[in-house]
């Protein structure tokens, strides 16, 4: 789980990157976090407890999508069950974290939650889940979004600040045996040092970001089925190109074929 030096690092990344940043976001005093507390039956977890201190009144332009709301304000206004009212996700095993902007969005993909009975308790799993459907259910794996929340942090800030300056991006996954996990990720992490690549953001056992030299974009995640993904990206189709192939034959027989995420070419 990410300290307070951690924390502190993804604000500069993201202060460089939109100047001014600092000075917009705003923390929630404990007061104000027990008030958010006060409408769950589930103990906010304590990486969730770090960010609202840190930016829980006002994100600063940073967001989990654009989407959905997740400032206090709109979790107090909109969450808050009254006499008559019904939950319509299990509570004892989910939190809630962000809602719907646009109730008229046909396209919206459900609200996010903090998976409290799977992961670790004090940064768990987020999951995204539409439970106001006619007919809801339970979420299943495909659901989740991040096996931690400080994952799902640090990916969107990444996202939004740095790799989304590139107008190529390609996407490829490492598949392997569940017990190579450990040997995997420190031979890519090997790999990436010696390609030119130093971490920009904490990370965690499934993530990883880089910043190069060069204008080049990568990141690293692992998603719940033990799978590494890796996007790569950069202003020039040939250059992303390359990189692909260099990371692909360091690992030849797990690397899949992969496919453009963003490919203006063809937009």
Not at 32 to 55: E, G, N, S, T
Not at 174 to 194: G, H, I, M, P, Y
Request: hydrophobic fraction near 35%.
């Amino acid at each position: 789980m990410l300290n307070a030096q951690d924390w502190q690092k993804i604000i500069d990344f993201i202060d460089e990157r939109d100047p001014g940043f600092r000075g917009r976001i705003r923390g929630a005093t404990a007061e104000r976090i027990a008030q958010l507390q006060a409408i769950h039956v589930a103990k906010l977890p304590r990486a969730y407890v770090d960010f609202l201190a840190l930016m829980g009144e006002d994100h600063g332009g940073f967001e989990f999508s654009w989407e959905h709301y997740s400032t206090i304000d709109d979790l107090l206004a909109n969450g808050t069950p009254t006499e008559d009212s019904q939950l319509p996700y299990p509570e004892t095993r989910l939190l809630w974290i962000a809602g719907q902007k646009n109730e008229e969005d046909d396209s919206y993909w459900g609200d996010l939650y903090l998976d409290m009975k799977d992961g670790d308790r004090d940064d768990p799993p987020v999951i995204a889940h539409d439970f106001y459907d006619e007919e809801p259910d339970d979420p299943g794996p495909e659901s989740v979004l991040a096996l931690r929340f400080t994952d799902l942090i640090q990916s969107n800030a990444y996202a939004n600040y740095e790799r989304i300056k590139n107008m190529y991006q390609y996407w490829f996954s490492l598949q392997f045996s569940k017990k190579k996990t450990a040997a995997v990720w420190q031979r890519l992490r090997e790999q990436l040092q010696a390609m030119g690549w130093q971490e920009c953001l904490p990370g965690s056992e499934s993530t990883w970001f880089g910043q190069h030299a060069e204008p080049l974009s990568l990141d690293v995640k692992m998603n719940h089925r033990g799978m590494i993904r890796i996007l790569v990206g950069a202003n020039e189709r040939k250059r992303v190109l390359s990189v692909v192939e260099e990371l692909k034959d360091e690992f030849p027989t797990m690397a899949n074929p992969g496919n453009w995420f963003v490919d203006r070419d063809e937009e």
